[in-house]
């Protein structure tokens, strides 16, 4: 079965997660190839980073004393403040004589509001790099087709990566714990709760990895490694009409609207981890 987006591999298998999609190792308690796969989708489990639940323990032994969700989320930034000593750049060794670029602002708030603002900017390409890095998903797009690792398209990516992790206060680290507070949260809240419908709107389905499209109402893609969805289809017609409607497993959220309450307002995306996604199609 051939994928239609120009430059990459051709798809063989619809449910399992092509190689060219994947990492061999990741630090994830599920390898790509799993976690990647439509199986998974239907069927999740839990997803932990490796160390991140063990070396933070105290912050989450701490929410569990705290009932109302807008104190956990107040806490977990002020944690995060002290963890990574957000706003103290001398104490976390930046030297103002430095001459060189300036990234000491530069955190996991920065990079969420950079990744609503442009989804192939710099802070974009930072949150698609450590994707790969911790659940061995690759990133396929960033400002094109990131299929050949020789092309222009996949130096810039690379360059926007160096450029936003350069000189900032372990963001990848940051990253591994705002996954795991979401995912805290995501238990918290919604116990019962394993997936949740959500929308994305496509200009062109044909721009897209089709694995399978059964019919015409009916796709599976693969999703790049890090998607923004909604859970509003008005909201996600915004961004084209097409309009794919798939069950997410709750294990994939990075983030969802009303995680860190009064920091990201009027803010309705989703960040959602990528794989093999089986979707729903409409047109608005």
């Given at each position: 079965?051939?994928?239609?987006?120009?430059?990459?591999?051709?798809?063989?298998?619809?449910?399992?997660?092509?190689?060219?999609?994947?990492?061999?190792?990741?630090?994830?308690?599920?390898?790509?190839v799993?976690?990647?796969?439509?199986?998974?989708?239907?069927?999740?489990?839990?997803?932990?980073?490796?160390?991140?639940?063990?070396?933070?323990?105290?912050?989450?032994?701490?929410?569990?004393?705290?009932d109302?969700?807008?104190?956990?989320?107040?806490?977990?930034?002020?944690?995060?403040?002290?963890?990574?000593l957000?706003?103290?750049s001398?104490?976390?060794?930046?030297?103002?004589?430095?001459?060189?670029?300036?990234?000491?602002?530069?955190?996991?708030?920065?990079?969420?509001?950079?990744?609503?603002?442009?989804?192939?900017?710099?802070?974009?390409?930072?949150?698609?790099?450590?994707?790969?890095?911790?659940?061995?998903?690759?990133?396929?797009?960033?400002?094109?087709?990131?299929?050949?690792?020789?092309?222009?398209?996949?130096?810039?990516f690379?360059?926007?990566?160096q450029?936003?992790?350069?000189?900032?206060?372990?963001?990848?680290?940051?990253?591994?714990?705002?996954?795991?507070?979401?995912?805290?949260?995501?238990?918290?809240?919604?116990?019962?709760?394993?997936?949740?419908?959500?929308?994305?709107g496509?200009?062109?389905?044909?721009?897209?990895?089709?694995?399978?499209?059964?019919?015409?109402?009916?796709?599976?893609?693969?999703?790049?490694?890090?998607?923004?969805?909604?859970?509003?289809?008005?909201?996600?017609?915004?961004?084209?009409?097409?309009?794919?409607?798939?069950?997410?497993?709750?294990?994939?959220?990075?983030?969802?609207?009303?995680?860190?309450?009064?920091?990201?307002?009027?803010?309705?995306?989703?960040?959602?981890?990528?794989?093999?996604?089986?979707?729903?199609?409409?047109h608005?």
């Amino acid at each position: 079965m051939t994928q239609r987006n120009s430059g990459a591999t051709e798809i063989t298998h619809p449910v399992s997660l092509p190689l060219f999609a994947r990492l061999s190792i990741n630090r994830c308690n599920q390898p790509a190839v799993i976690l990647g796969s439509r199986t998974f989708q239907q069927h999740p489990v839990p997803l932990c980073l490796d160390g991140v639940q063990e070396l933070h323990s105290q912050l989450f032994r701490a929410l569990e004393d705290i009932d109302e969700a807008e104190v956990r989320a107040l806490h977990f930034r002020q944690y995060m403040s002290s963890a990574f000593l957000l706003g103290k750049s001398d104490e976390a060794g930046f030297d103002p004589a430095n001459q060189g670029v300036r990234r000491d602002k530069a955190d996991y708030l920065r990079l969420l509001r950079g990744w609503m603002f442009n989804a192939d900017g710099v802070e974009a390409a930072v949150l698609k790099r450590w994707v790969e890095s911790r659940f061995g998903l690759r990133a396929l797009n960033h400002r094109g087709s990131l299929s050949d690792p020789n092309s222009e398209t996949y130096e810039r990516f690379e360059a926007d990566f160096q450029r936003g992790l350069y000189n900032s206060n372990a963001l990848e680290s940051q990253l591994d714990l705002l996954y795991s507070y979401c995912q805290y949260e995501l238990q918290r809240r919604w116990p019962d709760e394993t997936h949740r419908t959500l929308y994305r709107g496509l200009n062109w389905l044909e721009d897209h990895y089709v694995i399978e499209q059964p019919s015409a109402d009916e796709c599976v893609l693969l999703l790049n490694n890090l998607n923004s969805f909604s859970c509003d289809r008005d909201h996600a017609s915004a961004f084209g009409d097409v309009i794919l409607e798939a069950t997410i497993p709750l294990c994939k959220l990075i983030y969802f609207p009303g995680l860190l309450p009064g920091v990201l307002q009027g803010e309705s995306e989703y960040l959602v981890l990528g794989g093999v996604c089986a979707a729903s199609m409409s047109h608005y």
